[in-house]
């Protein structure tokens, strides 16, 4: 049981020093750093210290709480702040650009805030009311599962969508876009 009890603050040394590489490595490759990658550092980084300073695993348990719940907060900001949503920023940094409808960008977007918000409730939960075990456990294996879920339902729903303006374009249109 002692050694259990340590682990947890050896894996916490270690999401320190893991985010921070992460941080510099990203740097080194591209000379800038993610938002979310500085975001996900500092909350490590103070809930990480916290932890270790005060030998109290509850700092460190609110660690994916207090960054899911920054990201909602990101996300559900980005609809009153510039023209496009978060999540349509962030798609259409990719080559092939994705068209949707507005709504449709909108509702993907709040979801994910909604999402967010939701993931950091739930690893309270489990962080509260299971023993630090099946919360690690949780954290690792639960929370991906839930998130490939949730990624999964979005891009069906997005799908649909896709689809539909496939469907809608005339053969006209399809012949004219091939010629020019």
């Given at each position: ?5 340590q ?8 999401i ?12 080194l ?27 109290d ?16 907060l ?13 999540f ?17 960008w ?5 979801s ?7 993931l ?8 509260f009311?299971?023993?630090?075990e ?29 689809k ?7 053969p ?7 010629e020019?």
């Open positions: 049981p002692e050694d259990r009890q682990g947890i603050y050896v894996a916490t040394y270690t320190i020093v893991a985010s921070f590489i992460q941080l510099a490595v990203y740097w490759l591209y000379k800038k750093v993610e938002k979310m990658h500085v975001i996900t550092f500092v909350v490590v980084l103070i809930f990480g210290a916290m932890t270790i300073y005060f030998q695993e509850r700092f460190i348990k609110w660690k994916p709480t207090i960054v899911n719940w920054c990201f909602a990101i996300f559900i900001g980005s609809h009153f702040i510039g023209d496009k949503t978060l349509q920023r962030m798609i259409n940094m990719a080559d092939n650009k994705l068209s949707l409808p507005e709504h449709v909108r509702r993907v977007n709040i994910w805030g909604y999402f967010f918000i939701f950091g409730f739930v690893n309270l939960y489990v962080a009311t299971f023993d630090t099946f919360w690690v456990n949780f954290k690792a294996w639960g929370m991906t599962l839930i998130n490939i879920t949730f990624l999964i339902g979005i891009c069906i729903y997005m799908y649909k969508y896709i539909e303006e496939e469907e809608t374009t005339s006209e249109e399809l012949e004219k876009n091939q020019g």
